[in-house]
């Protein structure tokens, strides 16, 4: 299988990275409007390959996305310190509306899956977008609450003391300000979360709670003051 992923930045490199090492595809291709930078990182990355998965990875324009399969879309500007989701959201729509013709023009059969924040909404418009373009609204997906709800899952591991591998919870609506957290639905170890803790006698269950939500919600604002990005 052909991957691309358009836009080599922290994010799109880092889901390259992964693909590498999960041994996903067999082809991975990286598009970058700063062309020094998708050669570097695609360099980068297949030098790990021998530690990895047999996978081809290198960079090129849009006509190197003919017969992808999948495409990721990580085009974009950054989320910068105390800035929120939805003030990306000007910039990142001009970006989208220049990208995703662009990649559809090589790639109509590829089903896009859109990384790029504020990503619900990236999401809606990379679907009108192809729209336009004649491909159906139904191949473009977004990365969704997926980050939020692994957050969700590795605090509650952490303060109930087991495996988060073993923790099933979700976040739901928007990844931004406006998520929930479906403390209801969550579980440990197949056991009701409410059940656990007060079989391990958890003091302070709703500071707990209290303190995942807040730490959950402003995750990014967090990591982003300290690293720059999240990716």
């Known amino acids: 299988m052909k991957v691309g992923i358009v836009g080599s930045g922290f994010v799109g490199a880092t889901a390259a990275y992964a693909l590498v090492m ?32 047999p996978i081809n990875v290198r960079s090129g324009g849009y006509s190197d ?21 939805l003030q990306l959201l000007q910039r990142n729509a001009e970006v989208f509306r220049e990208v995703v013709p662009a990649v559809l023009k090589h790639a109509p059969e590829a089903v896009l899956v859109v990384a790029t924040n ?4 990236m999401t809606h ?11 159906p609204a139904g191949r473009v997906l977004g990365s969704g609450t997926t980050l939020d709800t692994a957050r969700f ?5 952490e303060y109930c003391g087991v495996d988060s591998r073993h923790v099933h919870a979700y976040v739901i609506r928007e990844h931004g300000d406006s998520e929930v957290l479906t403390w209801s639905l969550a579980t440990v170890g197949g056991m009701p979360l409410a059940d656990f803790a007060r079989m391990r006698a ?22 982003i003051s300290g690293k720059g990005a999240t990716y």
């Open 202 to 223: 958890m003091d302070r269950p709703d500071d707990i709670r209290n303190d995942i939500d807040t730490r959950v919600r402003g995750a990014a604002y967090t990591i």
């Open 65 to 85: 996305l003919a017969g992808c399969r999948v495409i990721v879309l990580c085009a974009g500007v950054g989320q910068k310190p105390g800035e929120s989701r």
């Open 22 to 53: 999960q041994g996903i595809g067999r082809h991975v291709v990286l598009v970058d409007k700063n062309t020094d930078r998708a050669a570097a990182e695609a360099n980068d990355i297949a030098h790990a390959v021998p530690f990895a998965s």
């Open 125 to 135: 418009l990379a679907a009108r977008f192809a729209s336009d373009c004649g491909v």
């Open 153 to 157: 899952r590795s605090l509650l591991g």
């Open 118 to 121: 504020p990503v619900d909404v």
